[in-house]
């Protein structure tokens, strides 16, 4: 025991285990006490360093890869065990390719210092583009300035956009320096100007710059507790012990946590791999809340991947009843299975078809959430690439596919007498054309209303928006922003489906507008009809010669479906809604004067609008 202790002492104090080292150090100063001593005690020097020469002399001129490596193996590997230089030879290369990842992750990251979207971008005689000066009149943006000094140069304009009317600036037009302001948040933040123009126009004002850091900044990470396998409580418990800092999410969610640092992988504990949480943002949360599934019912997610919202909805359902998940994409249906064996979910068929022909496989659903693909412009600290990539093409190519969706989604979706179905819309975007025009067009071809969301946070829908107008009850839907909740950007909005069938547009009024004289004065929102018509193969000009008709009831008032022809009872009219959910329902002819008068002046209106409309096409 003593003679090991001194071997110890002896190979602490070389800073190695050499065999060949130890023995010549033990011949030099002995194997007894009084060695062992002086050997503690001895300055250590370098490895091969000659005892009369000083450090600087004895380093050699080597290259930089040869001295990193020396410094790792040593010049004397073969006093060492072999062993010792494969985990030597090993932990070098660890460091070089960890060193090699730092360094590329840094390349990508840098800012780039050229801003290749600016609209008053010029050339040289050369061809080469150069960006005008900062203090030129021909625009600003030639050196890229700090984010804080673009802020200082384009809060002036910001602010004098908001009340052009009391203080513009001379010489300028008000579009003039909304493209000076573009061009500069451009070539800070690297969007495409057609995308950052509808960012202006959706934040007016200073809220833009909130909006666009809030994009460059990370959402903090959340999880989702599966109640089928364990309660929050014990989960933060044994997270907590594995070295993760946990906590609750508000009072609004009583399955989420709050990740605030983690010494451990979050995807690769034993809590994960069992089935106990899933790694989901919290505003994924609302769609689920919205649609309120019920233990018992039948419930179709249109697009499922990867299984999120599905097991959600099989907790909440407490693995009763029948879900169906379904995708289009054949490679993302292994991500759902995974998910749904992993999290214990036994009540889900899993399927793949393309959603808009569902109804033609499947319906008579009590509730269907459509998380519909979108250009996610709510997640762009996801995936900054949607600043560059998402023109208005792309926009408009998901916008229509996005209204087919939901017209299968009501499709699938069965009303009764005794029940009514709800569908719930939600989309990782904030723009209005992916958001309210697709609600506003359902209204205006199916039997749904918007009820109310029952969400416990958010920013109301738009009713009207620039040259758009929407139907009133668009409010009930709710929008979620990242400058204001620190959440993902979403957009959720609950349907109550109260009568199956193609909606007649002569039986309710038009959801489009909020009143005619809205419609009047922008001809532009109601003058998509025709093209949206085509998206559920009906002829808009039958449509119109329905809606023109005048026969026992106004233009826009037609008889219930389910009143009674009893002459006692069409005395009786309802003006705020009938039990079958419609919007309006007449059961009393007006006197037949009126009745002309009425359809008179609507005839007018319509006149004039389609002249309009003509015209504008012409020109």
Not at 79 to 93: F, M, W
Not at 389 to 411: E, F, N, P, V, Y
């Amino acid at each position: 025991r003593g003679n090991r202790q001194q071997q110890l002492c002896i190979s602490v104090s070389m800073g190695g285990t050499g065999r060949a080292r130890r023995k010549k150090r033990l011949q030099e100063h002995g194997s007894g006490l009084e060695g062992v001593e002086a050997l503690i005690k001895e300055p250590k020097r370098l490895k091969g360093a000659h005892p009369h020469r000083s450090k600087r002399d004895h380093q050699p001129q080597r290259g930089p890869q040869q001295s990193r490596r020396e410094d790792w193996l040593g010049d004397d590997e073969g006093d060492e065990l072999p062993i010792e230089v494969q985990a030597r030879e090993l932990e070098y290369r660890t460091t070089e390719e960890n060193d090699d990842a730092a360094h590329e992750l840094r390349d990508m990251v840098t800012p780039r210092t050229d801003a290749p979207f600016l609209q008053n971008q010029r050339h040289d005689e050369d061809g080469s583009a150069t960006l005008p000066s900062l203090k030129s009149e021909e625009g600003r943006g030639k050196d890229l300035l700090g984010r804080d000094a673009v802020r200082k140069q384009v809060m002036p304009d910001l602010l004098r956009l908001m009340d052009w009317a009391a203080n513009p600036e001379p010489g300028l037009r008000r579009s003039e320096v909304i493209d000076r302001v573009r061009d500069l948040l451009v070539g800070e933040y690297d969007y495409l100007p057609t995308l950052l123009a509808k960012m202006m126009d959706l934040f007016p004002g200073t809220e833009v710059l909130d909006a666009l850091d809030a994009n460059e900044a990370p959402r903090p990470m959340t999880l989702r507790v599966n109640t089928l396998r364990t309660r929050r409580r014990e989960l933060a418990q044994a997270l907590i012990a594995r070295g993760m800092n946990v906590d609750p999410i508000e009072k609004w969610s009583q399955v989420g946590l709050l990740v605030s640092s983690s010494q451990v992988p979050v995807g690769a504990t034993p809590e994960y791999l069992a089935g106990h949480y899933m790694i989901q943002s919290a505003s994924s949360f609302l769609p689920v809340m919205a649609l309120g599934p019920k233990p018992g019912e039948k419930v179709l997610d249109m697009a499922a991947s990867p299984g999120g919202k599905t097991t959600y909805i099989a907790a909440l359902m407490n693995n009763s009843g029948l879900l169906f998940a379904n995708d289009a994409k054949r490679e993302r249906i292994k991500a759902l299975v995974s998910n749904i064996h992993r999290m214990g979910v036994k009540n889900a068929v899993v399927c793949n078809y393309d959603g808009r022909n569902f109804p033609s496989v499947m319906a008579g659903f009590d509730r269907v959430l459509l998380d519909a693909p979108c250009s996610g412009t709510g997640v762009i600290c996801h995936d900054p690439s949607v600043k560059t990539q998402r023109t208005d093409d792309d926009i408009s190519a998901t916008a229509h596919l996005q209204k087919q969706l939901l017209l299968a989604a009501i499709d699938c979706c069965e009303a009764s007498p005794s029940k009514c179905g709800f569908i719930v819309y939600s989309t990782c975007s904030i723009l209005v054309e992916e958001n309210e025009a697709v609600i506003d067009y359902a209204l205006r071809k199916r039997n749904v209303k918007v009820v109310p969301a029952d969400l416990p946070f958010g920013i109301p829908g738009f009713k009207r928006f620039r040259q758009f107008r929407f139907h009133p009850s668009l409010e009930e839907a709710r929008r979620i922003y990242p400058h204001l909740h620190n959440l993902d950007g979403f957009f959720i909005c609950k349907l109550q489906k109260f009568a199956n069938g193609i909606r007649k547009q002569n039986t309710t009024e038009e959801p489009n507008s909020s009143s005619d004289d809205e419609d009047e004065d922008h001809p532009s929102s109601a003058g998509e009809e025709g093209d949206d018509d085509e998206l559920d193969g009906n002829d808009s000009a039958s449509h119109r010669k329905d809606s023109l008709e005048i026969g026992d009831t106004t233009v826009g008032d037609t008889r219930c479906a389910s009143a009674s022809e009893d002459p006692a009872t069409t005395l009786e009219l309802t003006s705020s809604g009938h039990p079958c959910g419609g919007p309006r329902c007449a059961r009393m002819k007006p006197p037949a004067t009126e009745n002309w008068k009425l359809a008179d002046s609507r005839l007018e209106r319509i006149r004039m609008f389609r002249r309009r409309v003509r015209m504008m096409r012409s020109l």
